[in-house]
């Protein structure tokens, strides 16, 4: 079982930055997708940004050049740097792991947090 606790988000104007973090109950390294989805009222969830077992770190297009993931491995937390926000930029974001079982994969979400642009 794998806890996701996310931290961070709340109001900021176009142009702004917010940091988000997700502390994760297990060691991120033992994690084989370990990312951020985010969904606007009335839409689906869809990908911002996520590491897969390769190390890589894919973000959407919509994101790209704005946003940073990071992740501490010490401290068992990736983060979210999001630069240059824009109002489309705003939906609950939702941590989101994997980890890979004897049986399959497990997938893990956080609870969400809410960020919002606006003037």
């Known amino acids: 079982q794998v806890q996701l606790v996310e931290s961070g988000g709340g109001l900021v104007q176009p142009g702004g930055s917010l940091g988000l973090s997700c502390a994760a109950s297990?060691?991120?390294?033992?994690?084989?997708?370990f990312g951020w989805y985010r969904q606007a009222a009335g839409d689906e969830r869809v990908l911002v940004a996520v590491?897969?077992?390769?190390?890589?770190?894919r973000y959407a297009d919509s994101v790209k050049g704005r946003f940073t993931m990071a992740g501490d491995n010490a401290k068992n937390t990736m983060y979210l740097q999001m630069n240059n926000l824009k109002p489309e930029d705003t939906s609950v974001y939702y941590c989101?792991?994997?980890?890979?079982?004897?049986?399959?994969?497990?997938?893990?979400w956080g609870q969400g947090t809410q960020v919002t642009v606006s003037s």
């Open positions: 989101y792991a994997v980890q890979r079982t004897a049986s399959g994969n497990d997938e893990y």
């Open positions: 590491i897969l077992g390769d190390g890589i770190i």
């Open positions: 297990v060691s991120i390294s033992r994690l084989k997708v």
